[in-house]
């Protein structure tokens, strides 16, 4: 007797591999959202490896950015998820502020700031804002 394969909607354990974290909002919860997201991404690099050594460096920095703009603009909580699509990593930071970021100028002599936006936009294949009642969601999409 043949059996004809079974075809279902069960995504592949990679697909589906997701991780999400919750930081009260203070300043030391930008390393711990760097930390998670280096986590994760050793966990998904023993079942899926990138494809460039820079994508993991890409996506710290993206959580990184992410994390230092939700501490310094939106007071608060804020959320981090990270998510294996099937051709690279979906970042998304929920933050308390309804204003969605724009990009400032960026004057080094000053002393920085108003770089990570665009750093974001720069490194990321995508990059979408939803706002909401509650804040607004970041996302992002990087390769991996």
């Not at 930008?30 to 460039?52: I, K, M, Q, W, Y």
């Not at 804020?78 to 204003?99: A, W």
């Not at 720069?122 to 969601?137: E, R």
């Amino acid at each position: 007797m043949v059996t004809e394969p079974r075809w279902d909607d069960t995504p592949s354990s990679e697909e589906s591999y997701e991780r999400s974290f919750s930081f009260p909002g203070e300043l030391r919860n930008v390393t711990g959202a760097r930390l998670a997201a280096e986590e994760f991404l050793c966990a998904l690099a023993r079942h899926a490896p990138p494809g460039a050594h820079e994508y993991w460096d890409d996506i710290l920095l993206v959580v990184t950015e992410l994390a230092a703009n939700a501490i310094q603009y939106a007071p608060g909580p804020f959320d981090l998820r990270l998510r294996r699509t099937f051709d690279g990593v979906h970042v998304t930071m929920r933050d308390t502020n309804r204003t969605a970021p724009e990009p400032r100028p960026f004057h080094p002599h000053t002393g920085g700031g108003g770089i990570g936006w665009h750093l974001v936009h720069t490194l990321c294949t995508q990059v979408s804002v939803v706002v909401h009642d509650a804040g607004k969601d970041i996302h992002a999409f990087l390769p991996w």
